[in-house]
């Protein structure tokens, strides 16, 4: 399985702020895919991440407020932009396993604290 | 659009006690998965189910698949606190690379 980092682990913001969290894989992926996850919730899909081309947004995602990059096969980052503290969320990465059919493997995941 | 819908949301049983959740998708899928989510961490993933009637045990956890490849359970036996977490299960949409999650239950177990 990949070994998936996020940075940072965990973070408190100002509203109307910022912040870029990254998303590293030891081992090249196609696919990583950015997730929500509300407290106490399941998981929502932000966006899919190509390498080398934009990112595709889920309805109710908009690339202005979640930029997405994705440099290389081994990293991507997720900015939430103009944060209110209706952003306090875990925001998740993942990517799709190498075995098994859609099958994805998780970071450890970015808590996020607005206020 | 497709939904994965999971019950129960909560359950609360006694150590030893048996838990069962339950997966319904509005689509046939063309397979299902489970992961686990402790708290405090993230989903990690336990099982796929590929086979319509699939069964598939590891130690006290029994995963089915339905028939109808629309629906799925997670069966744990003699439950141990080491169980507590949320279950989720997800399908993969018709389309694309992306997974479909159920709402998740909540496992909690007392000593």
């Known amino acids: 399985s990949a070994v998936i980092s996020q940075k940072p682990s965990r973070d408190i913001c100002q509203r109307g702020t910022s912040l870029t969290i990254q998303c590293q894989v030891d081992s090249q992926v196609t696919m990583m895919f950015w997730y929500r996850q509300q407290p106490g919730q399941s998981l929502t899909l932000i966006a899919t991440a190509n390498q080398g081309s934009e990112a595709t947004y889920e309805s109710g995602f908009v690339i202005d407020k979640f930029p997405i990059s994705r440099p290389n096969l081994t990293f991507s980052t997720l900015t939430v932009s103009n944060m209110s503290p209706e952003d306090s969320s875990i925001y998740l990465c993942s990517v799709e396993a190498q075995h098994g059919f859609r099958v994805q493997f998780f970071g450890p995941g970015t808590r996020l604290t607005v206020l | 659009g497709q939904q994965v819908m999971q019950i129960p949301q909560y359950q609360h049983v006694q150590e030893g006690e048996d838990f069962t959740t339950y997966c319904n998708s509005s689509?046939?899928?063309?397979?299902i998965q489970w992961y686990k989510q402790r708290p405090g961490g993230h989903p990690v993933f336990l099982i796929q189910l590929v086979k319509s009637g699939e069964v598939k045990k590891q130690k006290r956890l029994t995963f089915q698949f339905g028939e109808a490849k629309k629906n799925s359970s997670l069966h744990i036996t003699a439950t141990q606190t080491t169980d507590v977490g949320t279950y989720f299960c997800a399908g993969p949409r018709s389309a694309g690379n992306m997974l479909t999650f159920g709402g998740g239950t909540r496992l909690m177990v007392k000593p």
């Open positions: 689509t046939t899928l063309s397979n």
